[in-house]
């Protein structure tokens, strides 16, 4: 079974998975945002950036 990842949007802030083989994104360095270069947001046709492997604890926090 292939991995997801999750992505968000840098404009609206929805995230949505994406297999992972249906993305190319930029390595970034350590506390930069992986942009996803071939994929833009469902919603808005905004700018993805990559926040992680679905099923992963986030780096990010919420509320
Ligand atoms: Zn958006």
């Given at each position: 079974?292939?991995?997801?990842?999750?992505?968000?949007?840098?404009?609206?802030?929805?995230?949505?998975?994406?297999?992972?083989?249906?993305?190319?994104?930029?390595?970034?360095g350590?506390?930069?945002?992986?942009?996803?270069?071939?994929?833009?947001?469902?919603?808005?046709?905004?700018?993805?950036?990559?926040?992680?492997?679905?099923?992963?604890?986030?780096?990010?926090?919420?509320?």
């Amino acid at each position: 079974m292939a991995d997801h990842m999750e992505c968000m949007c840098q404009d609206c802030g929805i995230s949505s998975h994406f297999l992972v083989t249906d993305l190319s994104y930029d390595e970034a360095g350590p506390g930069e945002r992986r942009l996803v270069q071939n994929l833009f947001c469902p919603e808005c046709g905004g700018q993805l950036f990559v926040v992680g492997r679905v099923g992963e604890e986030p780096n990010y926090r919420t509320g």
